[in-house]
């Protein structure tokens, strides 16, 4: 880009050093022809016709000129841009350097098989019981055999769900043999809820480092993309306290409820509208 502007620039000298030139011709031409008064009409006639010739070939350097002007300008201006482009490619590299290569390289490691780690401890965080913490509880038990349901108490369903835990719960996990999942309640003098079961949470990473915490967090699903935004506001709070003060053997997943079947399936019945 730099070759190109130069040779422009030396274009553009000539052009200017042959149009003075020529300037000058005509004008001596002009001064002769006033400090001759005794020429004959003859030659001044022939000599106005050459004259003439030389005043458009001298405009017509001038507009070559102009036009030259016009194409230096142009290309200085994608000498410009071409330049910002430059920096900003420069910019992303510096960046790939010192954010993206290092992450890459921290992040590569081996990895280990289920075999020769231990079963996750799960935990299934509950309010109430509903078909919704039903669906948490299955996912969790095909998960691992150690589930522990987190209640914090004192919650309006405290005593319900603990006769809806035996009642459901614990003679369905013994008819099956599979050891019972238990039923923790966390105390929340100042009616905190996520608060308590981070707090929970975290400390039963740090009583089993050799373990990895599954949290299953059981959400409902409705039909409509709006009515989301009604309901699940603490299990996406949850989710991202969690990553935020968790650590890499906190696992976090969702196990929705689909209310009236999921959409998908053909057998989700259709809102009828109230005459």
């Known amino acids: 880009m730099r070759v190109k502007s130069c040779r422009w620039k030396e274009l553009r000298i000539c052009v200017a050093a042959s149009s003075l030139f020529l300037f000058c011709a005509v004008v001596q031409g002009q001064d002769a022809s006033t400090a001759a008064p005794s020429s004959s009409p003859a030659s001044e006639r022939e000599a106005r016709p050459e004259i003439r010739a030389l005043a458009d070939l001298i405009r017509d350097l001038q507009a070559q000129v102009q036009t030259l002007n016009s194409q230096l300008s142009e290309l200085r201006t994608e000498e410009q841009r071409t330049s910002e482009e430059a920096r900003e490619l420069r910019h992303e590299l510096d960046l790939a350097k010192t954010h993206i290569v290092p992450v890459a390289q921290e992040s590569a490691s081996t990895v280990q098989p289920a075999a020769q780690a231990p079963s996750p401890i799960a935990v299934v965080p509950l309010d109430r019981w ?146």
């Open 130 to 275: 509903s078909r919704i913490s039903k669906q948490g509880l299955e996912f969790a038990s095909r998960i691992t055999s150690e589930i522990i349901a987190v209640h914090v108490e004192p919650e309006e369903h405290s005593e319900l769900l603990r006769a809806a835990w035996e009642r459901y719960v614990d003679g369905a996990f013994r008819e099956a043999g599979r050891p019972v999942p238990k039923l923790l309640t966390v105390p929340s003098p100042y009616r905190f809820v996520i608060v308590p079961i981070i707090r929970y949470i975290l400390d039963l990473s740090e009583k089993h480092p050799q373990r990895r915490i599954v949290v299953v967090i059981p959400e409902l699903v409705e039909g409509a993309w709006y009515e989301y935004f009604l309901h699940n506001q603490r299990g996406r709070l949850l989710e991202w306290m969690l990553q935020v003060r968790g650590n890499e053997r906190i696992f976090t997943v969702s196990a929705p409820y689909y209310l009236g079947g999921h959409p998908n399936s053909g057998n989700r019945p259709t809102r009828t509208k109230n005459s």
